[in-house]
Every structure is written in structure tokens, then in C-alpha cells.
């Protein structure tokens, strides 16, 4: 079977890396149905992982579906730090009929497999070389919980215990967390004990607890936090001084905006004393959930225009939409900042499972001759701090500016250093003219006095007379006046184009890391570093040195375009089918295409570094 | 080009409105529209409309999508900003930069085609946001940019210029927006600058959203005799709802609309228009009575005029959302970001 067919399917690849299982090395796979709440227990079990201080990494791959489909999640647990997408699972908890097949095979040689032994497992599916470990979670549970809801997810939380004991979850950290979680509702907090105990003890007292693989606690964590991508990037948004966003509902995207929406109910909700003595609550912030993705960016243009730091997150088919106006504020030159979290194209493609394949769509898009600003996050903490800049450069140039964050990034939790905020921050609110400004010079024309950067001032409506102009998404010469003249139309464009050229010298430069004579080289992007991370720790070890290095921004810079010359090759690892990376390195930073090797990943789950491996492995032979 | 600016001829005799401007100083670049088109009546009653309601020029904010119709916010008000966008986007990009400043007075200018085909979704919803604001459908029955297709507010029977007949019913932007919880919905003919001027000022008075639909005949491509939108078909079918000035209920509290109409206009060009006259019990509050009544002219062929409905008493999407009573855009970055120590705070949740 091909690995993208099997890696459809939740199954793992074939192993290309030596077994590395032991202690704080191992990776945990749930296999589920949607909608019965195993979620809770899954996250209770990463999260207890990471308070025990050990790097850990949680992937949920869900179905777009809303119950009664499977649902697998994976856990790895790396005390060495690789926490890209496991390859193959030491223990599976396979608590779902649909998939027992799928999931018993998907266990590594010597691995074991934790099944509800209510019932029993089918002959058939009986692997010699794994472990099965039988517990009757539904008929132990049924005895003390009577409420048919409750048994449900009881069993869950029941299992949790089970793997708990079985990998040496430190059951303090584990109860610290449940009260945490349920704080004052007692008999909630007494029911989920019991049954993480019930688990716990079952599993202590019929298995050789904990396993040959296990946990111990170490100090990996410290100064961490557990965190997903999406409520970081709300959280930039906050921080930046956001106070209107416009979305419309799109899995991998719609956290953002609920994220945002609860976070300004927190941190941006103002109780005052009206004149007659009643309180009254004052947002500071306008929410729109508008009736479509086309509407979404228009209130975001138009906001923007008025002076306001706006925002929407969407997804692929939102990008796709907006398109027209996405031209519509290039061509006008008004900030817009777009949050795109990428799942798997094209059309509704697979709304559940990730991708970068919305880099050539954004880079260029809108009709006509249109080149955007993008913003490239690896992990949480890059969303939040991106998320921020992404104001400043739109208010800076005046342009769309989209952040490409993934389903990966987005939505499941990873170990991120802890954010960061300088209280000295202030915006960028680039080149705004007020009215005293207005009165110093003779006559004010929108796209006239363009600064070393290609940036002219603009003025907001609602203040001066002086500053009125008119803004229109047809031909326009410098002085903001319609035109079909051919010199006045394009004095317009080229200074958007050295405009866009000006910015790449505000955009994040990219992780390098060199090392002397290296010959080869890995470029990514975005989620796939751990993954790309971990096969160069695997070559490295085998004597083969890798330069790498990570694409932040577009426009590239020149640091960007001499790595590429300083190899011999580099290896171009990013998720999509059609090498949308390399083509754009090979379009904008003229880099020769015979010197850049497309690796992809486009299956939809998170890469693992078993499929950068053989990628370049596989290269490699190719060209030998 | 489709402006050209126009000169300034100081002429001392013109009256100053409260703030001392002139109408003059409410009008902007030289039209480039077909002579006679209905689309320069609106844009000189809007002028009109403004000077008399003394709105400082600043405070304004034009939004326009795309078509003949949509070109005209260059025609007036030239001391606001204006903002001419794409076909059919007008709606949301005006509830942006409402939503970030609500200061300032927004007036949307659309055709038909930007509103009730490609943007028929967006002022749907912009009239659920109550996004408060002038919005005008310079309707005309047919796409006047792209030279004379159909529009969806053609009625069944009219024909296009080359004598092909509409099959298809139309899309009554009034009943819509009855329909939908508009909170003010009136009807104008481009004809009539005394009935609309009127129309207009209560519209841009309104706390909330004004839709405005003003029958604009198009001479270019659908202004004949078998037209539904044309000058003469107007004229005889026209339905007169009120026809003095409207007292906005800002200023006044008897905000009653006056009922039953009067009989002759003379319109700028010397037409005339027949008139019916409104039931005596009509009442511009009442929204079933006033879908009741839009339905029932219609199906007679009679095109009701005027204020239809209004009410005064829903809340605009600032209230609905809380908003502080100053602009968003005002707030200091200092009341927008929580801070370091907050940031701190926020992460031990995420521990
Ligand atoms: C996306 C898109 N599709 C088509 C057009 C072409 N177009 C320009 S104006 C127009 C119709 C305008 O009709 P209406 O809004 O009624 O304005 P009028 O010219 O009649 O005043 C069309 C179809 C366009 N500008 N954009
Ligand atoms: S084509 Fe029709 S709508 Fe357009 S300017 Fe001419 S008369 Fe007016
Ligand atoms: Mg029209």
C-alpha cells in the first residue's frame, strides 16, 4: 500500500527510523468515535505528560463530521524533543469497532494494544508479535455508573487511568488536573476520580506496570506552555489592538475568531456608571460574523480604510472568495489583515486534514498583477508574534497581509516557550495624515510623496476636508484621479511593485542553521520544522551534514535567495502536491530550479520526519 | 474619464445653510453620465438634501459599488471621503468602516444590479445589522454600465431595448426590505426632487438603516415605451404616499408622517404625474400595513412613493454590539492591550 493511502487512513508509514522506544520515548495513538467525549480524556493525559516536564506533542485527526465517526489522536513523547507527528504508536487504546482492523495493524512490533475486553476481539485480528491488553471498561463501568451519557464518558476517563498507570503518569499531576478542571462541581470531580481509578487499579493489577516504555519526570517543560495555534494568534490579535474582525465559520479557522471574541469579553469589556446611575457594559470591539467570506473582507477593507486594526480568519474556500477584494485593497492600498488557517484543498477537499497549499493562492492573489505580503508561523508562538506584525506591516504598507497558519498549527496543542509581550509596544500605524498635518502642506493626493519605501500617507474620513479623497478600485494615476492614461495607470503599479520589493526587508528573516562545508540543505516551511528538524538529526548521525533553512515571509529576502546559491542542492520539504514553495523561490527569489528538490507531504495528516527521510533518501538515489 | 472637475464659480447671491456653506459646497466633480440620465436628479438631490440638513462636508462618508449608479458619489460631496469599490461589496465595506467609526455619516449609492443581483446576499444582511446609513438603489431595471441587460428588478413584460420581453419576476427592493425588519424603507422617483429631497433628509436622519430605492429612469437603454422603469411609465403610475417636507424626528417629537396626497407635480422636465391617494388609515409604522399595501399598488401596477416605513425605536448595530458611544478608532492603544502582566496571567492557564 502507498504511505499516502495508509497515511490517510490513520495507519502509520513503514519504519525508516531505528526503533527508538525506552524512557520518555515512546508515541500513544487513541482510536475513538467522534462525539463521545474521549477528547477530555486524551487532552487530560497530554496535558498530564507535559506537567510531568516531558516534551510531548497531541494530534488530533478528526473527521469533519460532528458524531459517530472515527477519530484517532496520537501522542508523542519525546524527552529528546522531537515531537513532529509520531511514525509508529507503542501503545494503542483502540476503543473503536469501526477501525479494531486498521488500528490493531497500525501497532509497532513489540507494541501493545489496549482494547475493552467487555467483548471479545475477534480471532482474526490477533497479531503474535504485539500485546494485547484486555480490560472490560463498558461492563466495569456500567456497574457503578447507571446514567447511559455518563457511561460514556466515564469509559473514557477510565481508560485515561488505565494508560496512566501503564506508562507512569504521575497520578498527583493527573488528579491536580482534574480538580483544576472541575474545581468546585464536587460530584463531577468525584465521578471522573473514580473512574481514572477504576482504570488505574484494573491495569496496575493485571499488567506488569508501567511498561518497558514510561514516563519520568524531567524538567523539559520549564518556562513552557501548552498552547494551540489558534488561540495564540487570537490572542496577537488582541494585543495588537485589533478592534474589529469579520469572519465567517470554517474548520480549521473558526477558533480564531470565537478565541478572539472571548478573549475581548475578558480583556476588552468595560463596566460604566451612566448618568442615571445604571451600569451598562461598553465593548470595545465589533464582532461580525458576516454572511459570507466576500462580506467578511469587505468589513475588514472597509474598517481598515476608516482607521480600525481588522482582521478575518478563514480557511482555503474563504481565500478563494475573497479574492476580488483581496485585489481591491492591493490596488487601493488599505491595510488588511487575513488570518488563512490551511487545510487540505482543492474545492471542500478534506476540511479535517492539513496542508500548505494556499501559499501560491495567497502570494499572488486577486486577478491582474497582484503580489501580497505573507507571514509564515511554525508553531504557536510564532502565530502570536505574527499575528501582531502582520497589523504593522499592513498599516506600514498599506496592503493585504495574510499570516499562513495550518490545520496542525491551529488547532492542536503544542509545548511553545512561553509568549512574550514588551509593554513598550506601540503600532505601526505607517503613513496616516492627520488634520494639523493636512494644514502644512498645499493639496493632499492619495498616492503622491511616496516615501523610500513606496509608501504614500493616506488620511482617514471623518476629519478634515483637506484630507478628502476618493477611493476607487479602477485606474488611478497618482494624484488618486481616475485614469485610462497609460504612463499615469502604471507610475501607480510599478511603485506597488518596488513597494512590495521595499517590504521584504520588514518581513521575519528565515531560520538559518549552517554548518562549515555543507554541501546539501533542507528549506521548509511552517509546521513541517520538527519534522525537518528531526530527519536532519537523522542524517547527521549517519555523517551527512544538512544546512536548513525556514521561510518566514514573502516577499523573500536576499538571505534567502545566497542560501540557495551557497548549495549544491537543497531539498525543498513542504505539504502540498504541487511544490508551491519552490515554484514561488523560483519565480521571487530567482533561484534556479534545477537546484531545488520538491520532498511533499499532501495526505493531510501532520509530516513526520520518516517521510522527510525517505523523501531525501529517495532523492537522493534518483540523482546518484 | 468619468470626472471632471468642475469650476468654481463664486456666486455671492447663493444662501448659506447653518454652517455658513453654500449648495455649492456640497457638490463635487462634473457628472460624466448620459444627459438625462436619473442618476444625476438623485446625486442633485442628495446635494440638496445635505446642504439642507447643514452635514459639515468631513463627516460624510460615500461608499458606492460598481455601475453608472455606483459612480455618482464622485458628483457630490467632494470635501468627503469617498470610497467606490467593487460590484455588489458596497454594503459590507460601509459596515466596516461603520463599525470603526460611527461618527461619521455613511451613504451608500447602489443600482440595481449591484443590490439585487450580486450584492442582493450583502443588503440583505446589512439591512439584519441594522448598519445605521443612507442606502440608495438607483434602480433603473437594467445593468446601464454593460450596456442594457435585464436587471433582477425588471418587471415581467418590460422590454429591453432591443424588444426583448423580461419572462422572470422581479425583486421588489421595498417588499424586501419590509420583509427583512428594515427600520426605514422609502421609495423615490429621480424625477421628483421635491418629493425626494424629503425622502432623503429623513433618511440620512434615521438611526439605523435607510433603504431608499429611487425609481432612475436609464435614457440610454431603458426609457421606452414598453418599459416598466422609464420616464412615462413612472409618471403614470405612480403612487404619491407623501409629498411635503418630512419632519425628521430628531428635531421635532410630533414625528407623524403626514397621510393622503395631494394631486399634481410638475416635474423638472414638465411631465406630470398621476396620483392615487393614500388610504387614510395608513400608517408608516405599521409593517405588516405597509407590506400589505407595497403588495397590493404593485399588483395594480402602481409604484407607491415615500416614506413606507420607519421605526425609530430599533437598535443600530452599535447597540446591538454595545459599542462605546465614541469611535472605535478613537480608543487609545492603551485601552485595547491587555499588557504584559495580563499575557503572564492568561498563561498559567496554559500550563
Ligand atoms: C465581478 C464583476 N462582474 C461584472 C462586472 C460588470 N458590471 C459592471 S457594472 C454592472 C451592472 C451595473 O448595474 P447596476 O448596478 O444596475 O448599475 P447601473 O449601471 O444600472 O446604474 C456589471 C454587471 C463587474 N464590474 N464586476
Ligand atoms: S447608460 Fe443609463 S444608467 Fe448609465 S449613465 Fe447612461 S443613462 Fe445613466
Ligand atoms: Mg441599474
Known amino acids: 500500500m502507498k504511505t499516502e493511502e495508509k497515511a490517510q487512513r490513520g495507519e502509520p508509514d513503514e519504519p525508516a ?123 466495569l463501568i456500567g456497574e457503578i455508573f447507571s446514567d447511559s451519557r455518563q457511561r460514556i464518558l466515564m469509559k473514557n476517563i477510565a481508560y485515561a487511568g488505565a494508560v496512566a498507570a501503564l506508562v507512569g503518569i504521575d497520578q498527583e499531576v493527573i488528579l491536580e488536573l482534574l480538580s483544576e478542571r472541575f474545581g468546585s462541581r464536587k460530584s463531577l470531580f468525584d465521578a471522573n476520580r473514580e473512574a481514572l481509578q477504576l482504570g488505574f487499579d484494573y491495569a496496575e493489577s493485571h499488567f506488569a506496570c508501567p511498561l518497558p516504555f514510561r514516563l519520568e519526570t524531567m524538567a523539559g517543560n520549564d518556562g513552557k506552555i501548552l498552547i494551540d495555534g489558534n488561540t495564540a494568534t487570537a490572542m496577537g490579535c488582541l494585543y495588537a489592538g485589533a478592534t474589529v474582525a469579520a469572519w465567517y465559520p470554517i474548520t480549521p479557522a473558526t477558533s480564531v475568531a470565537e478565541k478572539f471574541r472571548s478573549l475581548c469579553e475578558r480583556y476588552r469589556r468595560v463596566e460604566e456608571t451612566t448618568a442615571n446611575g445604571a451600569r451598562e457594559i461598553r465593548n470595545n470591539f465589533l464582532i461580525l460574523q458576516a454572511e459570507d467570506e466576500l462580506a467578511a473582507i469587505g468589513m475588514v477593507i472597509g474598517a481598515s480604510w476608516a482607521g480600525a486594526r481588522a482582521f478575518t480568519s478563514t480557511s482555503g474556500p474563504g481565500i478563494s472568495l ?144 483637506r484630507g478628502a479623497y476618493f477611493t476607487r478600485g479602477s485606474g488611478h494615476d ?94 525543498v520539504v513542504e505539504q502540498n502536491r504541487d511544490a508551491q514553495l519552490r515554484s514561488l523561490l523560483i519565480l521571487e527569489a530567482g533561484a534556479p530550479a534545477g537546484n531545488l528538490v520538491p520532498i511533499l507531504s499532501y495526505g493531510g495528516l501532520p509530516l513526520t520526519a520518516v517521510q522527510v527521510i525517505e523523501g531525501i533518501e529517495t532523492a537522493w538515489k534518483d540523482e546518484a | 474619464m468619468t470626472s471632471i472637475s468642475k469650476p468654481r464659480i463664486p456666486l455671492a447671491t447663493l444662501p448659506a445653510n447653518e454652517i455658513g456653506l453654500t449648495v455649492r459646497d456640497y457638490e463635487g466633480a462634473m457628472s460624466t453620465l448620459c444627459a438625462g440620465c436619473g442618476h444625476d436628479s438623485v446625486t442633485a438631490a442628495l446635494v440638496r438634501s445635505l446642504f439642507e440638513l447643514s452635514i459639515p462636508p468631513h463627516r460624510i462618508v460615500k461608499m458606492s459599488g460598481i455601475g453608472c449608479s455606483s459612480k455618482t458619489p464622485t458628483y457630490f460631496a467632494s470635501g468627503a471621503h469617498g470610497f467606490n469599490s467593487v460590484h455588489g461589496r458596497m454594503a459590507p465595506i460601509a459596515a466596516g468602516a461603520n463599525a470603526a467609526n460611527r461618527s461619521s455619516i455613511h451613504i451608500g449609492i447602489s443600482g440595481d444590479g449591484d443590490s439585487l443581483s450580486i450584492g442582493a446576499g450583502h443588503l440583505v ?81 434615521h438611526r439605523g438603516f435607510a433603504l431608499v430605492d429611487v425609481i432612475s429612469p436609464c435614457v440610454q437603454f431603458n426609457n421606452h415605451v414598453g418599459s416598466t422603469k422609464s420616464y412615462h411609465y413612472v409618471r403614470d403610475h405612480e403612487l404619491k404616499e407623501i409629498e411635503q417636507d418630512f419632519v425628521p424626528p430628531m428635531r421635532e417629537t410630533a414625528a407623524r408622517l403626514p397621510h393622503g396626497g395631494t394631486i399634481v407635480v410638475t416635474l423638472p422636465d414638465g411631465g406630470r404625474i398621476r396620483f392615487g391617494t393614500l388610504p387614510e388609515e395608513y400608517d408608516p409604522r405599521d409593517r405588516g400595513a405597509a407590506l400589505h399595501y407595497a403588495a397590493q399598488a404593485q399588483q395594480r401596477g402602481e409604484i407607491p412613493t415615500g416614506v413606507l416605513f420607519v421605526d425609530e425605536g430599533t437598535r443600530d448595530i452599535h447597540e446591538l454590539n454595545s459599542t462605546p458611544d465614541e469611535p472605535l478608532i478613537s480608543l487609545p492603544f492603551e485601552a485595547l492591550c491587555p499588557g504584559a502582566d495580563a499575557l503572564a496571567r492568561f498563561q498559567d492557564g496554559f500550563q
Not at chain 1, 480524556?41 to 463530521?65: D, E
Not at chain 1, 511554525?378 to 501582531?388: G, I, L, T, Y
Open chain 1, 322 to 465: 475573497m479574492n476580488e477584494q483581496i485585489g481591491l485593497a492591493y490596488y487601493t492600498e488599505i491595510p488588511a489583515v487575513i488570518v488563512d488557517v490551511q487545510r487540505a484543498g482543492p474545492s471542500t477537499g478534506m476540511p479535517t486534514r492539513v496542508q500548505q497549499a494556499d501559499i501560491m493562492a495567497c502570494a499572488y492573489a486577486s486577478h491582474g498583477d497582484t503580489k501580497h505580503l505573507l507571514l509564515f508561523p511554525a508553531d504557536p508562538k510564532e502565530c502570536f508574534e505574527m499575528a501582531v506584525l502582520s497589523f504593522d506591516l499592513a498599516e506600514r504598507f498599506q496592503t493585504p497581509v495574510m499570516l499562513l497558519s495550518d490545520l496542525d498549527i491551529g488547532m492542536n496543542d503544542w509545548v511553545i516557550p512561553r509568549l512574550e509581550w514588551d509593554d513598550s509596544y506601540r503600532p505601526d500605524r505607517g503613513r496616516v495624515l492627520g488634520p494639523a498635518e493636512l494644514e502644512q502642506i498645499e493639496e493632499f493626493f492619495r498616492y503622491d510623496d511616496a516615501d523610500a519605501e513606496f509608501v504614500t500617507p493616506r488620511t482617514l474620513p471623518g476629519f478634515s476636508e
Open chain 2, 125 to 205: 444582511h446589512a439591512i439584519r445589522r441594522n448598519v445605521r446609513m443612507l442606502y440608495v438603489i438607483e434602480n433603473n431595471g437594467v445593468y446601464g454600465l454593460t450596456k442594457g441587460q435585464f436587471s433582477a428588478s425588471a418587471d415581467v413584460g418590460s422590454t429591453a431595448k432591443h424588444g426583448e420581453a423580461n419572462e422572470v419576476a422581479p425583486i421588489d427592493p421595498v417588499q424586501l426590505a419590509l420583509s427583512l425588519g428594515a427600520t426605514f424603507v422609502a421609495r423615490g422617483f429621480s424625477g421628483d426632487k421635491a418629493q425626494l429631497v424629503p425622502i432623503l433628509k429623513a433618511a440620512l436622519e
Open chain 1, 17 to 139: 527510523l531505528p526503533k527508538r522506544r525506552g524512557l520518555n520515548e515512546f508515541a500513544l495513538k487513541f482510536a475513538t468515535v467522534n462525539g463521545t467525549g474521549s477528547a477530555s480524556a486524551n487532552n487530560l493525559i497530554l496535558r498530564s505528560i507535559f506537567r510531568m516536564g516531558v516534551p510531548v506533542s497531541g494530534k488530533n485527526l478528526f473527521p469533519s463530521n460532528i458524531q459517530g465517526l472515527p477519530t484517532w489522536y496520537e501522542i508523542r513523547v519525546s524527552g529528546e524533543g522531537n515531537t513532529s507527528r509520531a511514525a509508529e504508536f507503542d501503545l494503542m487504546v483502540a476503543m473503536n469497532g469501526q477501525t479494531y482492523a486498521s488500528d490493531v495493524a497500525a501497532v509497532s512490533p513489540g507494541g501493545y494494544l489496549l482494547y475493552d475486553s467487555s467483548w471479545p476481539l475477534p480471532k482474526l485480528l490477533l497479531r503474535p508479535e504485539i500485546n494485547f491488553l484486555g480490560i472490560p471498561l463498558a461492563k
Open chain 1, 478 to 571: 497618482r494624484f488618486g484621479r481616475y485614469t485610462e492614461d497609460a504612463e499615469g495607470y502604471q507610475q501607480v503599479v510599478d511603485r506597488l511593485a518596488a513597494k512590495h520589493r521595499a517590504a521584504s526587508a520588514h518581513m521575519p528573516p528565515p531560520v538559518v542553521k549552517r554548518h562549515p562545508g555543507a554541501r546539501f540543505a533542507v528549506i521548509t516551511v511552517g509546521s513541517c520544522e520538527s519534522a525537518v528538524i528531526e530527519a536532519i538529526g537523522y542524517f547527521a548521525a549517519r555523517d551527512l551534514q544538512l544546512d536548513y533553512l525556514r521561510v518566514r515571509g514573502f516577499p523573500f529576502s536576499s538571505e534567502i535567495s545566497s542560501f540557495i546559491e551557497d548549495h549544491e542542492r537543497c531539498f
